[in-house]
């Protein structure tokens, strides 16, 4: 049990996502997180007035699965895979995020000074997170996919889109997180 509760070095889970695509592409299937939300719309019907999502969504059942599995896979890990050690963080970034106010891990996947209920007491943390979650969501759809989808599937699929989607994704981060991120707090 220990084994599998502690973090896995990366070689052991980049083979098993390695294998998982290479399973993938030898079925002739593209994984991607970001394109159930398309199904998940198409199955309501709403393809009828709105030509982007009438489109077959029973071909993407396998898929939908996918998003089942993670969703109980994230709760069984956090529920009882969950070591409550701390994350081991750079000390370099342990000072950054005590700068910003934020509050250190403590055993927890996310600080409470963006993901606490107390955000809810919070106009200003309201507004990131909304404004966040729409450029993410416009993004990936604007990018015809999220982060796992392109730098995990495009990738390993030789998608030169992807490649340039993944550089755009890691710039944009190291803008946020050295630029835009001390401006806001």
């Known amino acids: 049990m220990e084994f599998i509760s502690q973090t896995w070095h990366w070689s052991i889970s980049g083979f098993i996502i390695g294998m998982v695509m290479l399973f993938l592409i030898?079925?002739?299937k593209v994984f991607g997180?970001?394109?159930n939300l398309r199904s998940l719309c198409a199955m309501?019907?709403?393809g009828t007035k709105i030509p982007f999502f009438n489109w077959d969504w029973k071909s993407q059942r396998w898929n939908l699965i996918v998003v089942i599995g993670a969703m109980i896979g994230g709760y069984v890990a956090n529920t009882f895979?969950?070591?409550t050690e701390n994350v081991q963080l750079n000390p370099e970034t342990l000072k950054k995020l005590s700068k910003f106010k934020i509050d250190l891990p403590n055993g927890k996947l996310l600080p409470d000074f963006m993901f606490g209920?107390?955000?809810f007491h919070s106009p200003k943390m309201i507004l990131f997170l909304t404004i966040g979650g729409l450029l993410?969501?416009?993004g990936s759809r604007y990018a015809g996919g999220c982060t796992s989808g392109h730098a995990?599937?495009?990738l390993s699929n030789f998608q030169s889109p992807s490649l340039k989607a993944v550089i755009g994704f890691f710039i944009g981060g190291l803008i946020m997180a050295h630029f835009i991120f001390p401006l806001l707090f």
């Open 26 to 28: 030898y079925f002739g």
């Open 33 to 35: 997180m970001s394109s």
């Open 44 to 46: 309501t019907g709403i």
């Open 81 to 83: 895979l969950h070591s």
């Open 117 to 119: 209920n107390q955000i």
């Open 136 to 138: 993410i969501g416009f």
């Open 152 to 154: 995990i599937s495009g």
